[in-house]
């Protein structure tokens, strides 16, 4: 028998990086996780990627990195996460965000000796952010192959994006078919201290409205509503 | 009187970087130094990119990013450095070095409003690199112009690398024209504490033979030669 190939998967603990966890492993791929420590506000997040990985068994490397230093978002800078639709790029975009975890998944695919990057973008939900599009990933593969050792001596690094045109309805059924724990996941941009969800951010609206449409019971936990003075 | 165009500029404290960032400021930009710690051996080059900077009057921003935690170079990693020539892709070659580096330089970039940037690669002398080489570098910005939302919003990222093509010679003329110091370098990849460079590694057998090809007296520093036991 073969050994399994293997590859890198970038997980921050939210719901589309389990399910693209989930489909990397059940497509026979054995499952080096990513996750980068970048500052975020909501370190629920991280907690959410250590029960992720440890479920399903897949070593995963924490990478600080802390972006605060560069600033520029709601996601680690001062500024308030939107709790209304808004239009354009979200202030929630970190810049270069993608970029920069699949540059490093690059590195660390390189020292593993894995061909195959995970990464659960969406273009359909997060329409809205530049480096979720088809066009972007594209790019960055091709930039990939001849950036790297492997590359260079003939073995090209693929970016595999399996829910990239997918409605969040159906990454949660997809997931669910492969038996993800979404309780284990946290969306929120704003989670509290024990990863309870906002449940007004865009990403707890999309997330909320998702399980509404895949008529699956939503199993966040969400904080209780904040009472004003 | 237009105000100046921003650029980041990739400053590692070596000879090269430091002739990227005279040229980008001779070029009228107002220059924005990025500097990443990555865990390399040699300290001494994030000191030497206080010190250039310094002398040029330019803000220096350090980003700690801790790539030990993924290893694979002699640069990150216990592998010894060499201290003769080598074939093909040196081991002091760092897993998606320059990807890494340019990407975080994207974010930076976007936070500043800034659409060049400058890195100081260089495909002659390090050709055993494959991120020095133009056809990655085309690649990267091809990327870049997808990733952001400046790309989106019609202001794309340039990447320079007015070193491509220039043998070490060429580029220590050019610096010296320029005023670059070369004596506030370091381009040693294990250089002691005190800065002072090994003179046998890959690095310093490349610029020791670059001041002399350029005709220019070496102003580094060497320590004394170890006493073998």
Redesign the interface.
């Known amino acids: 028998m073969n050994a399994k190939k293997k590859a890198v998967v970038l997980v921050s603990g939210g719901l589309d990086s389990a399910t693209a966890l989930a489909i990397a492993r059940d497509a026979g791929f054995e499952c080096h996780a990513l996750s980068v420590d970048y500052g975020q506000r909501h370190e629920s997040e991280l907690i959410a990627a250590r029960r992720v990985t440890a479920a399903l068994d897949v070593p995963l ?1 924490i ?5 605060r ?4 978002s709601a996601l680690t800078d001062d500024i308030d996460v939107p709790e209304e639709e808004t239009d354009g ?1 979200p202030v929630t ?8 975890m ?3 998944a ?3 695919a ?2 593993l000796g894995a061909d195959d990057i995970f990464i659960g973008v969406n273009a359909v939900d997060y329409s809205g952010y ?2 979720c ?1 088809p ?2 990933i594209a ?2 593969q ?3 192959r ?4 492997a ?2 001596e003939g073995a090209p690094t693929t970016i595999h994006t399996p829910l990239i045109d997918l409605s969040k309805a159906e990454i949660i059924r997809k997931g669910m078919a492969l038996g993800v724990d979404y309780a284990l996941t946290v969306s929120c941009y704003q989670a509290d201290e024990e990863g309870r969800a906002c449940g007004r951010c865009d990403s707890c609206r999309i997330r909320r409205a998702g399980f509404a449409a895949a008529g699956v019971e939503d199993p966040t936990e969400y904080a209780p509503e904040p009472v004003l003075p």
């Open positions: 490397m990478l600080p990195l802390d972006l230093t560069i600033g520029g790029i975009y970190v810049p270069a965000r993608n970029t920069i699949l540059s490093l690059v590195g660390y390189e020292v530049p480096d599009r066009e972007f790019a960055f091709a930039m990939a001849l950036a790297t050792r590359g260079v």
